[in-house]
């Protein structure tokens, strides 16, 4: 696989990016320098996207620690059909993805301020998480908002082992100049 961001997307990426830039100058929202944003945030992000070819148009897919909104944003760009939820515990994290979403007149993006742990279900149809927690956590948490038989992506610097009671796909990539990654695709073991 090969992460790739379609050419429409770029001007909406390039905006969220001096977005990124000017609220972090004040809000120190990350450590990441300039020159590794797109790569780390964007095109690390834009490997999901094939993903969502699979989901039917009004599907939900959340976004457990989006932090600023990543994947969460490039995932509502690329399919603005789908409705996708923004969810972290960090309030200054979650005003700034919401800004984003206003400026880029995304409104299927749904930034959620709260703990996975603490919020009504949210009944989605596909999960996903960037460098999050544990696959434990991260699946305690899908268990509480996906629906029955949707997938699980989390993107991980190496592959890892499923949990017991779930199978594990790993899907390799590399990013240009960080290296090698996985997306690890989660669904309930099928027992037999």
Do not use: C
């Amino acid at each position: 696989m090969e992460p790739l961001l379609p050419d429409w997307m770029k001007e909406p990426v390039a905006q969220y990016l001096d977005l990124l830039d000017r609220w972090s100058r004040t809000h120190a929202l990350t450590s990441l320098e300039m020159d590794e944003r797109f790569e780390e945030l964007i095109l690390d992000s834009a490997i999901l996207l094939p993903f969502l070819d699979r989901l039917a148009p009004g599907s939900k897919v959340v976004d457990f620690g989006t932090g600023m909104g990543i994947p969460a944003l490039v995932l509502a760009l690329g399919r603005p059909d789908l409705t996708v939820f923004a969810l972290d515990k960090s309030r200054k994290k979650i005003a700034f993805v919401k800004q984003a979403a206003l400026e880029l007149g995304l409104s299927n993006l749904r930034p959620v301020a709260g703990r996975a742990e603490e919020l009504a279900p949210l009944g989605a149809h596909l999960g996903v998480a960037k460098a999050v927690g544990t696959l434990d956590l991260l699946l305690g948490w899908w268990e509480r908002h996906g629906t029955p038989g949707g997938a699980f992506l989390a993107l991980k610097a190496a592959p890892e082992a499923a949990p017991p009671g779930y199978a594990v796909t790993a899907h390799g990539y590399r990013l240009p100049t960080r290296g090698r990654r996985a997306v690890l695709e989660l669904s309930r073991a099928v027992s037999g």
